[in-house]
């Protein structure tokens, strides 16, 4: 089994930056692709960025606009999203996941809430 537990969000200022975690276990994380996701209230979740195993190849959304940037330590199984100058749309639920069967994102964590205020 594949387990991913999400941390570091929370509350925000606009402006503000947040740094994400992703914990993966039960599994050889350097193996995989893995990417965030996040879901705002009332909309369909969204692509947020991936990175491949290496970690040498990354996939942004364009409405990030160079505030975020992914990354990975395989040494330690974790992924990161690091987020710089939030504004309030960023506001959701957030989602890291590995894409363990190639093409499909298979296995996912249980989210942590990122909220930014104006």
């Known amino acids: 089994q594949v387990h991913l537990v999400e941390s570091g969000g929370g509350l925000v200022q606009a402006g503000g930056s947040l740094r994400l975690s992703c914990t993966a276990s039960?599994?050889?994380?350097?193996?995989?692709?893995a990417a965030w996701f996040r879901q705002a209230p009332g909309k369909e979740r969204e692509f947020v960025a991936s990175i491949s195993s290496s970690g040498d190849i990354t996939d942004y959304a364009d409405f990030l606009k160079g505030r975020f940037t992914i990354s990975r330590d395989n040494a330690k199984n974790t992924m990161s999203l690091q987020m710089n100058s939030l504004k309030p749309e960023d506001t959701a639920v957030y989602y890291c996941?590995?894409?363990?069967?190639?093409?499909?994102?298979?296995?996912w964590g249980q989210g942590t809430q990122v909220t930014v205020s104006s």
């Open positions: 996941a590995a894409q363990i069967i190639a093409g499909e994102y298979s296995y």
């Open positions: 039960g599994w050889t994380f350097r193996r995989y692709t």
